[in-house]
């Protein structure tokens, strides 16, 4: 317990100091900047399976994006490495918080024991869930190990060690929320646009995702112990698809996301009723507060004394909205709310005969 202890107060000791160089970045808000991590690279292959090497999919894959990105005229595009060459995984984000970047995407191939795993799946920073996200977090954070001093750069972390995440946890917590809406949008075209076997968005200890100011992932592409997925993630058009379904993603996060972010103008109402009752036919707001995969009761003192608060699952996350109306005045107030009590990266969302929507499908 004593040990604990130690190691919680030295997690929190570091998020203390990532919480003071955070202050120094904020996101771009002339264009929608996005910056594309290439795993791996040079000295470092990655997984090497079927003859295939993972830092040579990866890379093909994420110019790619950022090529359909570009296209964009509001979108701006900058990447950690465009050519072979190693990069410390803590520069990564250096390089996202230096561009003030709106994402992080870091883009990887998977790898198993077996030969018959396969499908995509997409991380965001968090305590492993299952033994397989554990198993391929260890194995993208022993980069490290290749590094020159890595015990001062990573003092504190062991990759063997699952306390060793407890101030991972801390580090993005306020970006979590829209880490998962990324996640859960890539997830989404991979499966409904190329049919890939959906593996989930999930959470795992990655340190590349650990000090990122901003909404931060790790896609896998698919896993190269595979024969059959490693053939389609090396041929031209398995990249290619790959690219169009990640950045299709993040146009539709940005058109959604940033279309509705910004908070209006409106003064607080004070006799808001958030549990005043729906025709269910109509459509209604709820601001979306947070995710997590623990299911916790719906009562104030989890919630920073916020009231009406109601829960979905989906897939590997429940999620947390406070609030009810279909007044879209009364949505932003309530939106503004949630923020004042601390939840920074609360959002607005819609439900539709019971069912989640967009909330451009239901503005005019």
Known sequence: MITMNIKLKVCLVLFSCFFLVFQGFSQSKDKFKVVLDAGHGGKDPGAVKNGVKEKDIVLAVTLK????LEKHNDIEIAYTRKTDVFIDLDKRPKIANKEKANVFVSIHCNSADGVSANGTETFVLGVARDKHS?????????????????QEKYQGY????????VGL?????????????????????????????????????????????????LVELGFLSNKVESVYLNSQKGKNELAESIANAIISYKKEHYSYSEPFAYSMVEDVNPTTTINQNEAVFK??????TTNLETIPQNFKGLNAISKTKDGNFYKYFYGETNNYQTAQDLLKQAKTKGYNDAFLTAFKAGKQVKVSEVIN
């Open 158 to 165: 062991d990759p063997n060690n699952p306390e060793s995440v």
């Open 134 to 150: 554990m198993e391929v977090a260890k194995r993208e954070n022993s980069v490290i190990f290749l590094e020159e001093n890595y």
């Open 65 to 68: 994006v950022g090529e359909l």
């Open 287 to 292: 601001v979306q507060i947070s995710a997590s």
């Open 169 to 217: 946890m801390l580090l993005q917590g306020e970006y979590k929320n829209q880490s998962i809406l990324l996640a859960s949008a890539i997830q989404k075209d991979f499966t409904n646009r190329l049919k890939r076997n959906n593996r989930g968005v999930k959470e795992a200890g990655y340190l590349v995702l650990r000090d990122c100011a901003m909404p931060a992932i």
